[in-house]
């Protein structure tokens, strides 16, 4: 057996081993009688499905999320089992349980596609499963349809990659019914051009003429964040946010350090991607077509749902406001709760944002709007809504380290990597005690809702972490120079 075929195995293993644990032994969230808050309509769907479909008793929303839910409830029929939410739990953590190894395997293809190393494979494979939703939560919270999203974010790439497109497509339309943001998703990258979007330079504005045209351009991508402010007006704004009971933020003088961190990273993003390319892009080969194929894919789904539902809807610019809202909870706070959530390969990200962005920028319109949807997401601090979107920015990283920083990687590295990640994920941590459940033990990094002094805790791993990767990279670059 060569050595690359064992570390597969012993990868895979790891997490087959947890997966089953998570499905026969893991401890179970018990608040509202083990469904926990989401799972509270999930389950009464997995319960009601076939009575609800056909009074047409679902709101639109839910039935963007109802497919794995009706498969729960036709199973239970058919088969006759306990109508209770420990059977439902664990019918959809076999269910998740399955999409993740599959995922895992998928990962695999994609690994030989771009010829990541044994030890590459290792820190990405750990980066990817090797996190709290995947090992902790997934046990823990098993009504939630998040980890099937990651699964989604892992095919598509893989199908993305492959350029089969006609694949992508048929499993976005298949999880539009799975996850509300997977069509949009799929659909942009399937039929949106692949060219490089990359400027031959970034040139300073030099006359009036380029500075008009750079202030149309930021009004044009800005208008949604200008729509949201004009929706929500800057009295309610601050006021709504200042107060709420499901924030932490009771001080005028963190608000204001928050907007202006939340502020900074919308502009950090918005610098490297969108203002370094023309509208025009946008408009180009053939692109009103593939528009409009993506108009009438998505129109024809929609029209489906709307015609089987009762119509009630989560509107776009609520959401909009309530990601934005989040982010003043406390400073940088999305991205501590991205850090908690789905680990070290955060930091990688943020240390390597230029050549990131460079690379998105190279795939086209179609990846750049992509990430422009997972950029709404990550400016909250509820992290787990970013999760299909995780290959997409995790993978680029690795592929522009892989012959940089990585070729300089030991194999000790690697599996040192990987203990830090299974630490981090939490995987060995009990939220429950004495059989309850504890809130604030829960509430670690779950962001509305986090106690502040976690908060502290993860913003201090978060910049200890963050200085160790640094310095651990000016080292390897270092003994690089010297030889």
């Known amino acids: 057996m060569n050595r690359k075929l064992f570390i597969r195995i012993l990868l895979f293993s790891i997490l087959g081993s947890i997966v089953l644990f998570n499905i026969l032994y893991a401890e179970r969230i018990t608040i509202n009688e083990g469904k926990g808050w989401d799972g509270i309509e999930y389950a009464k769907l997995c319960k009601n499905f076939n009575e609800d479909f056909k009074n047409n008793k679902i709101s639109t929303y839910l039935f963007k999320k109802s497919l794995p839910l009706a498969l729960i409830h036709n199973v239970v029929e058919r088969v006759d089992l306990p109508r209770t939410v420990k059977t439902y739990s664990f019918l959809m953590l076999i269910i998740s349980g399955i999409f993740i190894l599959l995922s895992a395997i998928i990962f695999f293809f994609i690994s030989d596609y771009h010829k990541f190393n044994p030890t590459v494979e290792i820190i990405i494979y750990s980066s990817l499963f090797f996190n709290y939703p995947i090992l902790k939560l997934m046990g823990y919270y098993p009504l939630l349809l998040d980890y099937l999203a990651f699964s989604f974010g892992i095919i598509s790439y893989y199908f993305y990659i492959k350029k089969h497109t006609i694949a992508l497509i048929s499993i976005s339309v298949v999880f539009a019914f799975v996850w509300p943001t997977a069509l949009l998703q799929g659909l942009l990258l399937a039929f949106l051009q692949r060219t490089n979007l990359l400027p031959?330079?970034?040139?300073?504005?030099?006359?009036?003429?380029?500075?008009?045209?750079?202030?149309?351009?930021?009004?044009?991508?800005?208008?949604?964040?200008?729509?949201?402010?004009?929706?929500?007006?800057a009295t309610t704004f601050l006021h709504k946010f200042q107060r709420s009971v499901y924030r932490n933020v009771t001080n005028d003088d963190l608000m204001i350090i928050s907007f202006t961190s939340t502020l900074f990273f919308m502009y950090l993003f918005i610098k490297r991607t969108l203002f370094r390319i023309d509208v025009k892009e946008f408009f180009k080969d053939k692109a009103i077509l593939r528009y409009l194929?993506?108009?009438?894919?998505?129109?024809?789904?929609?029209?489906?749902?709307?015609?089987?539902?009762?119509?009630?809807?989560?509107?776009?610019?609520?959401?909009?406001?309530?990601?934005?809202?989040?982010?003043?909870?406390?400073?940088?706070?999305?991205?501590?709760?991205?850090?908690?959530?789905?680990?070290?390969?955060?930091?990688?990200?943020?240390?390597?944002?230029?050549?990131?962005?460079?690379?998105?920028?190279?795939?086209?319109?179609?990846?750049?709007?992509?990430?422009?949807?997972?950029?709404?997401?990550?400016?909250?601090?509820?992290?787990?809504?970013?999760?299909?979107?995780?290959?997409?920015?995790?993978?680029?990283?690795?592929?522009?380290?892989?012959?940089?920083?990585?070729?300089?990687?030991?194999?000790?590295?690697?599996?040192?990597?990987?203990?830090?990640?299974?630490?981090?994920?939490?995987?060995?941590?009990?939220?429950?005690q004495n059989g309850a459940f504890v809130w604030d033990r829960y509430m670690l990094s779950q962001g509305p809702w986090q106690p502040f002094r976690y908060y502290c805790l993860f913003l201090g791993l978060f910049l200890l972490s963050y200085l160790l990767i640094y310095l651990f990279i000016k080292r390897i670059r270092i003994i690089k120079n010297e030889k």
């Open 200 to 233: 031959t330079s970034d040139k300073k504005i030099e006359n009036k003429k380029d500075l008009a045209y750079k202030l149309f351009q930021t009004l044009i991508f800005g208008f949604p964040i200008i729509i949201y402010l004009l929706y929500g007006g």
């Open 293 to 432: 194929g993506i108009g009438l894919i998505y129109g024809l789904v929609s029209l489906f749902i709307r015609l089987n539902s009762n119509g009630q809807n989560r509107p776009i610019i609520s959401l909009i406001y309530e990601q934005t809202g989040e982010s003043l909870q406390a400073p940088f706070t999305n991205i501590v709760n991205l850090f908690a959530y789905y680990g070290f390969a955060i930091i990688l990200v943020l240390i390597y944002w230029k050549e990131v962005s460079n690379f998105i920028l190279s795939k086209g319109v179609g990846y750049l709007l992509v990430i422009c949807m997972s950029f709404i997401f990550a400016i909250g601090n509820e992290s787990r809504y970013f999760i299909n979107y995780l290959p997409f920015i995790f993978f680029p990283v690795f592929i522009i380290l892989k012959d940089k920083l990585f070729a300089h990687i030991k194999l000790y590295h690697a599996i040192f990597y990987v203990v830090l990640s299974l630490g981090l994920s939490r995987v060995w941590f009990s939220i429950n």
